[in-house]
């Protein structure tokens, strides 16, 4: 079976269209892994951060209710 050249061309006109939307997406999706991994960076480092702060408290002073709680 063979197609009409305009058919041929409409289908050759979708597969450049899907491959440039792909290409676009492909791009999208890595820099949105660059945000992701740079925020990871930034928590781990606040964790460490609060962790630090945490042991430098003085000992045994831990946060307790009022005892009309």
């Given amino acids: 079976m063979t197609l009409p050249s305009d058919q041929l061309t409409a289908l ?3 597969a450049v269209e899907q491959e440039k939307i792909i290409d676009e997406l492909s791009g999208q999706i890595a820099e949105q892994w660059k ?3 740079r925020l990871e960076k ?4 606040l964790v460490d ?6 042991s430098q408290t003085a ?3 831990e946060s307790t209710k009022p005892p009309h709680w």
């Fill in 59 to 61: 000992p045994g002073h």
């Fill in 35 to 37: 945000v992701i991994d």
């Fill in 12 to 14: 050759q006109i979708r």
């Fill in 49 to 54: 951060r609060f962790l630090v702060l945490e």
């Fill in 42 to 45: 930034k928590v781990a480092a």
